[in-house]
T-cell receptor, first 117, second 113 residues
Framework: AQSVTQLGSHVSVSEGALVLLRCNYSSSVPPYLFWYVQYPNQGLQLLLKYTTGATLVKGINGFEAEFKKSETSFHLTKPSAHMSDAAEYFCAVSDSFSGGGADGLTFGKGTHLIIQP | EAGVAQSPRYKIIEKRQSVAFWCNPISGHATLYWYQQILGQGPKLLIQFQNNGVVDDSQLPKDRFSAERLKGVDSTLKIQPAKLEDSAVYLC???????????FGSGTRLTVV
C-alpha cells in the first residue's frame, strides 16, 4: 500500500524567505508524485507533478520539487515566499497508471503555509 | 476548457437524512473520481469510475454511500442515511486517457447536524 507523510502540519516563513515543504512517500513501484495547493473554500490546484524523466520538476508560481528515490522524498521549494503563497499544500502519490487513465491519488495530511510579513 | 463542475456548493442536513451531490467532469475525460476531505485532513479516494464502470470503490462505505456515472459523463454521489462524521468536503475530479493530471472541482461542503 502506498502512503504519504508530510512533515509539519504548519510551516511559517517570512516574506521573501525560502519555502521548504517536506514530503516522503512509500510505494512498492516507481511512483507518480504530485503537489497540490488549496486556498480557502476552493478545490485543489495542481502545482507540479513527477511522472518520469528529469527528477527536478518545475511548477507554477515559482515552485519546484525534486524526486529523490534513495530518500523516498519529493520536497517542495520556492526561493522567495510571497504573501499570496499562504495556503494548504498537499503532497500526493499514485503508484500505477492503468491504460485507461490515472489511478486514484493517496494524499498526505497537508501542510498549512503561513507567510509572515 | 471548462473545469469540473460540482453542485451544490454547500449543503446542511440533519443526521439520518439523505443527500446527493452532482459532478460534471471535463468533456472527454474518461476517468472520474470522488474524494472525501474531512477538515484538517487530506482528501481520501471514495470511488473511481472509468467511463461508466467502477474501477475502485474499496474505500466507499457501501452501507450508506452510493455513486453512479450514467452514460460515462455526469456522476452523482449519494449518502443515505447521513451521519455526523460524514461532514466533509466532497471533491470530484477527472482525468483523461493518457493524462497524468487530475482536475478537481471546487467541492461540495456537507455539514451534518
Amino acid at each position: 500500500a502506498q502512503s504519504v507523510t508530510q512533515l509539519g502540519s504548519h510551516v511559517s516563513v517570512s516574506e521573501g524567505a525560502l519555502v521548504l515543504l517536506r514530503c516522503n512517500y512509500s510505494s512498492s513501484v516507481p511512483p507518480y508524485l504530485f503537489w497540490y495547493v488549496q486556498y480557502p473554500n476552493q478545490g485543489l490546484q495542481l502545482l507540479l507533478k513527477y511522472t518520469t524523466g528529469a527528477t527536478l520538476v518545475k511548477g507554477i508560481n515559482g515552485f519546484e520539487a525534486e524526486f529523490k528515490k534513495s530518500e523516498t522524498s519529493f520536497h517542495l521549494t520556492k526561493p522567495s515566499a510571497h504573501m499570496s503563497d499562504a495556503a494548504e499544500y498537499f503532497c500526493a502519490v499514485s503508484d500505477s497508471f492503468s491504460g485507461g487513465g490515472a489511478d486514484g491519488l493517496t494524499f498526505g495530511k497537508g501542510t498549512h503555509l503561513i507567510i509572515q510579513p | 476548457e471548462a473545469g469540473v463542475a460540482q453542485s451544490p456548493r454547500y449543503k446542511i442536513i440533519e443526521k439520518r437524512q439523505s443527500v446527493a451531490f452532482w459532478c460534471n467532469p471535463i468533456s472527454g475525460h474518461a476517468t472520474l473520481y470522488w474524494y472525501q476531505q474531512i477538515l484538517g485532513q487530506g482528501p481520501k479516494l471514495l470511488i473511481q469510475f472509468q467511463n461508466n464502470g467502477v474501477v475502485d470503490d474499496s474505500q466507499l462505505p457501501k452501507d450508506r454511500f452510493s455513486a453512479e456515472r450514467l452514460k460515462g459523463v455526469d456522476s452523482t454521489l449519494k449518502i443515505q442515511p447521513a451521519k455526523l462524521e460524514d461532514s466533509a468536503v466532497y471533491l470530484c475530479a477527472s482525468s483523461s486517457r493518457g493524462g497524468y493530471g487530475y482536475t478537481f472541482g471546487s467541492g461540495t461542503r456537507l455539514t451534518v447536524v
